[in-house]
């Protein structure tokens, strides 16, 4: 609604009511129809939903440069970091580049009355306002930035905008090219682990992802760790120490494997220990290693044998 408005002021247009009051009722029919939760008692259950998610009850923690944070006591700066840590420079750098020519060429362009302008400045104030609503409303926001994944097509625009505005063809053809290599080569390099990328902001060396940093926090590598499990033991009946998240891996085996594994606890005398370092991102000393996947100097997860 607030577009519409803005779109007839920079154009010098008269706000056609109609077309605006159908918008808005469109929209909020829409809304109702595809929000099971509002059906009963549409106020009511709005605001409560606002609400549960400025707050919303978890009470983990995460970790960001070494130090275990309380969800609910994130600093500011938490979500700014993950992203400048874990997005390709070159897109990071075309990005702030273009919201900076944005902003310097912005008289030009209100002179102009240029289409562009509401189109861009729309976008960056939906990119900026998920960051000023969980500083105010201080959100819990858990697992590096994926709350707000949904901002990122607006930093692929501004980082073409960027590149648009070199108006150099053969520049752009260059930037473009860079942009595209390095997200197609760190996806394979990767793969299938592309999940856990991190930039050269952060230092690859050392385990220092791992101890600095939530990594695997979905613990999707450990199918491949019980891939590797069913081959280094040839038993029938291999005892794991029990996780909620590697029950999940365990499905995805083919039947075959699945007989031959046992999720337990501790009172059942289990035979190895699958981690993925999420919450203790130390070494467990106390059992002995038999292998680490290592991703860009850190490992994703560990299995242990069980002394």
């Not at 053809?173 to 390099?189: G, K, N, R």
């Not at 590697?246 to 031959?260: D, I, Q, Y």
């Not at 009172?267 to 038999?290: G, M, V």
Request: aromatic share 18%; net charge positive.
């Amino acid at each position: 609604m607030i577009i519409f408005i803005f779109k007839a002021y920079l154009l010098d247009e008269k706000i056609n009511w109609k077309g605006f009051l159908i918008f808005c009722f469109s929209g909020l029919i829409s809304l109702f129809i595809f929000f099971p939760t509002l059906w009963h008692h549409p106020i009511q259950s709005f605001l409560y939903v606002i609400n549960s998610l400025s707050v919303f009850r978890w009470q983990g923690h995460v970790l960001l440069n070494g130090t275990q944070i309380k969800s609910t006591l994130l600093p500011w700066y938490y979500l700014p970091e993950w992203i400048a840590i874990s997005t390709p420079i070159s897109l990071l750098l075309a990005c702030i580049a273009g919201i900076f020519l944005l902003i310097y060429k912005l008289k030009s362009l209100f002179v102009l009355k240029c289409k562009l302008l509401l189109f861009l400045t729309s976008s960056i104030v939906l990119m900026i306002l998920p960051f000023v609503m969980v500083i105010i409303l201080q959100s819990v926001v858990y697992d590096d930035w994926r709350h707000v994944y949904f901002i990122y097509p607006t930093m692929v625009l501004f980082a073409f905008f960027g590149v648009y505005w070199l108006k150099n063809k053969k520049a752009q053809l260059i930037l473009s090219s860079i942009i595209f290599l390095e997200l197609v080569i760190s996806q394979f390099q990767l793969f299938p682990f592309q999940h856990v990328y991190f930039n050269i902001f952060v230092s690859k060396s050392n385990e220092n992802i791992r101890h600095h940093f939530d990594y695997d926090y979905w613990g999707i590598a450990q199918i491949d760790a019980l891939n590797y499990l069913l081959l280094y033991d040839n038993s029938d009946g291999i005892k794991i120490k029990y996780t909620t998240v590697l029950t999940n891996n365990k499905l995805l085996l083919e039947e075959s494997g699945r007989k031959r594994l046992f999720l337990v606890d501790s009172s059942a005398r289990p035979k190895y220990f699958i981690t993925t370092y999420r919450n203790h991102p130390k070494d467990f000393n106390q059992y002995k290693l038999i292998y680490s996947k290592q991703i860009q100097g850190s490992s994703i997860y560990g299995i242990y044998k069980i002394q």
